[in-house]
């Protein structure tokens, strides 16, 4: 069953094309991650899906219904979802307790109060007002406020922005613990590390176009290149390497590292040379593209020599 | 179309099967939130609750040419000052302030109905109002032994009530003109101290000239006052006389309020201009 689906959806505001024919769809009980650099059309897109803003062409629907729908069926959809608005949207002078008992009284079968509290990790705090909170505190009452109705499709705009690592660990161990119900999440974030810790799946917006949609890992392997990392060991001849490897050797720290983008032919030269020294490769690393390199390199502006690299083609793995 | 990039299949989300709450419940439930914001909130406490009492009793303790017209006149002057405080000032600073924070935003992306909101939130704006209305009439009845029957205080809630539900929709709409939290108060306070002081809240309007009374008579807080004025002088059995043109004034205003309310209430936010958007653009 498809829980959000997006047909080429087109956004303008004046003559400011914000979010231009993008089209993608997401299966009931999938973590997909919305990510693209600021200006890219992630808020926008995850707006129109929550109903704030009306498409200028295409359309969106959230399990299987017109986000922009108000009246009796518009408040059924409702009861359905669960929001993390960009900014933290609290009332100051609410204690949590109050704050969470007033949204559990407007869904068909919430969660116990309580234990929306201790989910959100506030167990010490149901009297304090959430003015007197910190924010990272502040950004879990919001999403215990958000989760409350058992939503089945939850969208979290840059829930951790702003936070210290601490408190965005504790933000994702509480999204991780939620989505192992089943529920269908879009996050969007600009952290790369977000999106691999929580999403199946990556979707890539720049300049208001998909520029890539995959798994994390299929993203990784495609535009970003592997690592070879080898520590020399002290006899090695290193004045004999190769000079399509003598050029990645740090010499202070006597170790190769390099992006590699032709991994067979790179490795070929390495084996070869150290089997014509007699240099034991124990210790020598290969390491998968990081997901960031690969992002980056979707995503980089024109001038960027990494650029040429990823703008020919989009990362598509639709069967 | 997701073939690689599917998840492992999941359980779906549970489908919620039970019914949507009850309008009571939910209004129960707002209006009791609305006024725990109301209570919570220092300065709408002493501008509506605080100050009319205060300037009762300066008037009290420092004016002795204070004839029992002039203490009718000024009770009903300063009830209807905490009244207007609370349900235009206080209320318009509150909708404003809950929609900068997003509060609105989050509400109207909740199953809570829109009338529901607003409902709960022109309910506790009146009871807090009314609540006003009542310490400063018990100030004057402490202070000038005011004299209240039965009759006068039904035609005190009945001027009282409707006088507060105009001024909180009127309140409502004019949230449409005022940007950011920083700027309702002096927008609220511009627009509600002239009209309370040309109408003779702190005091009789003997001396003013005609034209001046006339053009109070049609503004919301002049036929709040003089309805109250002539229920306190109000003595004897029956319910006191309330001039019907001064209803009608006050329901106009409430009428013209709700339909400004409808036409051009905002629930989001407004951002800062985005560099390649035109102004409003993404709201």
């Keep these: 069953m498809t829980a959000i689906e997006v047909q080429h ?17 997401v299966p009931a009980g999938q973590v997909a991650a919305v990510l693209g650099p600021n200006g890219a059309g992630k808020t926008t897109t995850i707006e129109i899906l929550e109903g704030f803003l009306a498409p200028s062409q295409g359309s969106v629907r959230v399990l299987g219904v017109d986000p922009r729908r108000r009246g009796a ?23 949590v307790a109050e704050a969470v008992s007033l949204y559990a009284g407007l869904f068909p079968r919430p969660m116990a109060p309580g234990e929306v ?84 799946r990556v979707i890539v917006l720049a300049d208001g176009r998909l520029i890539a949609d995959a798994s994390p890992d299929q993203l990784r392997a495609h535009g970003a290149t592997p690592v070879i990392r080898y520590l020399l060991p002290a006899s090695a001849p290193v004045a004999d390497l190769p000079v399509a490897l003598a050029g990645h050797v740090d010499p202070a720290r006597h170790e190769l590292l390099m992006k590699s983008a032709d991994l067979t032919a790179d490795l070929g030269t390495l084996v070869s040379w150290a089997r014509h020294h007699h240099v034991d490769l124990t210790g020598l690393e290969i390491a998968p593209p990081s997901l960031e390199d690969a992002y980056l390199s979707l995503t980089a502006g024109p001038g960027d020599p990494d650029r040429a690299r990823a703008e020919p083609e989009k990362v598509s793995y639709r069967g | 179309m997701a073939d690689l990039h599917s998840p492992a299949p999941r359980a779906a989300g549970p489908a919620i099967t039970g019914r949507l709450p009850g309008a009571a419940r939910l209004l129960a439930a707002q209006v009791r939130y609305q006024l725990l914001l109301l209570a919570r909130n220092p300065r709408a406490m002493i501008l509506s609750l605080a100050f009319p009492l205060l300037i009762l009793v300066l008037n009290s303790t420092a004016r002795h040419d204070v004839g029992p017209q002039l203490e009718t006149a000024l009770v009903a002057g300063l009830a209807t000052f905490g009244l207007i405080a609370t349900a235009y000032v206080s209320h318009a600073i509150g909708l404003v302030t809950s929609r900068q924070d997003g509060v609105l935003r989050r509400w109207r992306a909740t199953p809570l109905p829109a009338w529901c909101f607003f409902a709960g939130k022109i309910t506790a704006t009146a009871l807090m109002a009314l609540a006003s209305v009542v310490i400063a009439v018990a100030g004057g009845i402490t202070l000038f032994h005011a004299h209240v029957t039965a009759g006068t205080a039904l035609s005190l809630l009945v001027t009282f009530t409707l006088g507060a539900l105009a001024w909180a929709a009127i309140g409502t709409a004019v949230t449409a003109l005022i ?29 003013a000239p005609p034209w001046l009374s006339t053009v109070t008579s049609y503004l919301p807080a002049r036929p709040i006052i003089s309805g109250a004025s002539q229920a306190l002088r109000h003595s004897g059995g029956g319910i006191a006389f309330i001039s019907g043109r001064d209803l009608a004034v006050l329901a106009a205003w409430a009428a013209l309020g709700v339909v400004a309310s409808f036409r051009f209430f905002r629930w989001d936010p407004a951002r800062p201009q985005h560099p390649h958007t035109p102004a409003g653009a993404a709201v």
């Design chain 1, 73 to 95: 069926a518009g408040r059924a959809w409702r009861a359905r979802i669960g929001l993390v608005l960009q900014s933290t949207s609290l009332d100051l002078q609410l204690t």
């Design chain 2, 179 to 207: 940007p950011t939290a920083q700027s309702a108060g002096p927008v609220l306070m511009l627009t509600y101290i002239p009209v309370i002081l040309f109408s003779g809240a702190l005091g009789s309007q003997a001396g």
């Design chain 1, 9 to 25: 959806l087109v956004k303008r505001f004046g003559g400011f094309t914000a979010v231009g024919d993008v089209s993608f769809a």
């Design chain 1, 117 to 200: 509290i201790e989910m959100i990790g506030l167990g010490a705090d149901t009297g304090t007002r959430i003015g007197a909170l910190s924010g990272g505190q502040r950004r879990r009452v919001d999403l215990g406020l958000a989760v409350i109705g058992r939503p089945e499709v939850l969208f979290l705009d840059e829930p951790t922005t702003g936070l210290d690592p601490e408190a965005r660990r504790a933000l994702w161990g509480i999204i991780q613990s939620l989505v192992a119900g089943g529920t269908t999440v879009l996050l969007t974030t600009h952290y790369i590390e977000e999106a691999q810790r929580l999403a199946d």
